[in-house]
């Protein structure tokens, strides 16, 4: 395979279900890999970088141990359309008991918006409700136990902590392919690819055979199990041999949280390389394409973008809505005006995202219609196009303005913070690499 040789950037979901009586589960959607070949790559590396206490200030209390308690333990997974009344009556629990839980102070506001997903533990004996715990965030549960008095409730601090490790590897057929291999969770690659790099690398169509990502991340653990990944602290990313960097910088003051350049510039552009999540470029920007349609050489001003009927159309930038109506062969249209000149265009939608109307300020990443097939087009598609004091230019290759760098108020901070994190990645990405050299890591 050459090293011209484009990856792939997919992958697909798949549904699981899972019964078990008298505990009641949802549908569970894991996220699974297409395998597309390839040899795997480098893996996890275990030992953690550092450890950083974000978790809450509040002091961790032990969750009463349920298991002691007389009478049977039900572990409850809320389905669609459940109420804690209807479940009460599912399992023929006491009534009464549900509505004096219910009068405690904090108990209704943290059980009243149960959701499909949630878990609900009761011990109950007979029907009568010994104990009930709901965990209500990442680090809080509400825990109701009986008292010889009645009810008492109270609100269980159990703090996650964030371990930041890190991970290297190098893409042989798809980027989720080798992320899969190197431990990295498909939501962490997507940060990577749509939060960090998303506005220099073209992940559809730009990755190659041997582009390699490195990267110092974040994992979340309570009571020493693994919860998920947590946020990307630092990235590298090899894209034709081009050298990519990015950093996490929140300022103390919260006026600053971002990714950054080494030397302070922002990842995020003033504007998006594509506003949509597509399939394929199904016509790229041609000054000489012959129409598909009218069977004759008519520019192509702009980029198609295939994508199903209905995909949700982002501003891909800060912008006021010039037009949103129907003109000609765009079909259904909306026009963008972003200031300094630069206009885009939104063509063949299937309809406008609820309340659009000319005049309308719109931020980057706002949907703002929906993609289909009106107009002169032969299947449903977004052409998209960027122009520059009313010249069409190529949105695939034109350079995009830049965001402001940070501020010289916060420079110092932000150098001394990024140099740390610059230093774990060259530090871990060594450490990989003499590994898998000496025979003990994975390619």
């Keep these: 395979m050459s090293h011209d040789t ?21 549908l569970l959607p894991l996220m699974m890999f297409p395998l597309l070949g390839g040899a795997l790559v480098y893996g996890l590396t275990q030992n953690p970088l550092m450890h950083t206490a974000r978790e809450s200030a509040a002091p961790a209390t032990d969750a009463p141990d349920l298991a002691s308690l007389p009478g049977e333990k039900l572990d409850v997974i809320v389905q669609r359309h459940d109420t804690l009344d209807r479940i009460f009556r599912q399992f ?15 108990a209704r506001q943290a059980l009243s918006q ?27 549960i509400l825990s109701v136990t009986r008292a010889d008095s009645g009810f008492a409730a109270e609100i269980i601090t159990t703090p996650v902590e964030f371990r930041a490790t890190h991970a290297y590897g190098t ?45 110092v ?13 947590a946020r990307i602290l630092a990235a590298e990313f090899v894209n034709a041999g081009e050298r990519h960097h990015a950093v996490h910088y929140a300022s103390a003051d919260g006026q600053i949280d971002g990714y ?41 001003q702009g980029v198609d973008y295939a994508a199903p009927t209905g995909t949700s159309i982002k501003a891909s930038g800060d912008g006021r809505v010039s037009f949103a109506g129907v003109k000609g062969g765009y079909g259904k249209v909306i026009t963008l005006e972003h200031g300094g000149g630069i206009s885009t265009l939104y063509g063949h939608l299937s309809g406008f995202a609820r309340g659009l109307r000319p005049g309308q300020r719109v931020k980057q990443g706002d949907t703002i ?7 002169a087009a032969t299947g449903p598609h977004l052409h998209y196009e960027y122009r520059v004091n009313g010249i069409h230019r190529n949105p695939r290759t034109v350079r995009l303005p830049d965001a402001a760098p940070i501020p010289a108020d916060y420079l110092v901070d932000f150098q001394s913070k990024a140099a740390a994190l610059i230093a774990q990645l060259e530090q ?16």
Excluded: C
């Design 260 to 300: 950054f350049t080494p030397d302070g510039r922002s990842m995020r552009r003033q504007f998006l390389r594509a506003p949509l999540d597509f399939r394929r470029v199904s016509s790229n920007f041609n000054p000489n394409r012959r129409h598909p349609i009218l069977n004759s050489i008519r520019a192509h």
């Design 369 to 375: 219609g929906y993609v289909g097939s009106t107009g």
């Design 171 to 215: 893409i042989d057929s798809s980027l989720f392919v080798a992320a899969r291999a190197a431990g990295v969770n498909p939501e962490t690659i997507l940060q990577l690819a749509n939060d960090i790099f998303g506005w220099e690398i073209d992940f559809v169509l730009d990755i190659r055979t041997g582009d390699r990502f490195h990267l």
């Design 92 to 106: 023929k629990l006491d009534q009464t008991d549900l509505a004096a839980i219910l009068g405690l102070p904090g």
């Design 217 to 229: 991340y974040e994992q979340k653990f309570r009571d020493g199990q693994y919860l998920g990944d």
């Design 6 to 26: 484009r990856i792939r950037f997919d992958y697909s979901p798949a549904i699981t279900t899972v019964t078990a009586r008298p505990v009641r589960w949802r």
């Design 428 to 443: 871990g990405r060594g450490t990989a690499v003499a590994t898998s050299e000496d025979g003990q890591g994975r390619r």
């Design 114 to 140: 149960i959701r499909p997903g949630d878990k609900l533990t009761l011990v109950h004996e007979d029907g009568t409700v010994h104990a009930l715990n709901r965990r209500i965030s990442e680090t809080e």
